[in-house]
Nanobody, 128 residues
């Protein structure tokens, strides 16, 4: 059974940094497409970042709103995928969810319905 557990959320000031971690059990992160999504209060869930499986080239994809500020990377030894967030702004305040899927084509990495498994989420609050 595949399970994902996020950690690393918290409160950070504007301009600060935070790293979220997603631990995957039941499947290798290298064989999975891993994504980070977020849902801000009163908003729909939105795509943040994704990394395709190793066999698919480990391509990184980012939402325009986080590009150059967020970095997704995979630690195969720990079987985790992390999201390094820098230069945080109040608009980044949200619950962040880790997701996992298999066989997701590159053009579909931003689509949440392509992912089969989801974590419970971790809250990130950026205070001004």
């Amino acid at each position: 059974q595949v399970q994902l557990v996020e950690s690393g959320g918290g409160v950070v000031q504007v301009g600060g940094s935070l790293t979220l971690s997603c631990a995957l059990t039941g499947r290798s992160v290298s064989a999975s497409t891993m994504g980070w999504f977020r849902r801000a209060p009163g908003h729909e869930r939105e795509f943040g970042a994704a990394i395709s499986s190793r066999s698919s080239g480990s391509n990184n994809v980012y939402a325009d709103s986080v590009k150059s500020r967020f970095t997704i990377f995979r630690d195969s030894a720990k079987n985790t995928v992390d999201l390094r967030m820098t230069n945080l702004i109040p608009e980044d305040t949200a619950v962040y969810y880790c997701a996992s899927g298999v066989g997701i084509i590159l053009s579909a990495l931003r689509q949440p319905h392509r992912y089969n498994d989801w974590g419970q989420g971790t809250q990130v609050t950026v205070s001004s």
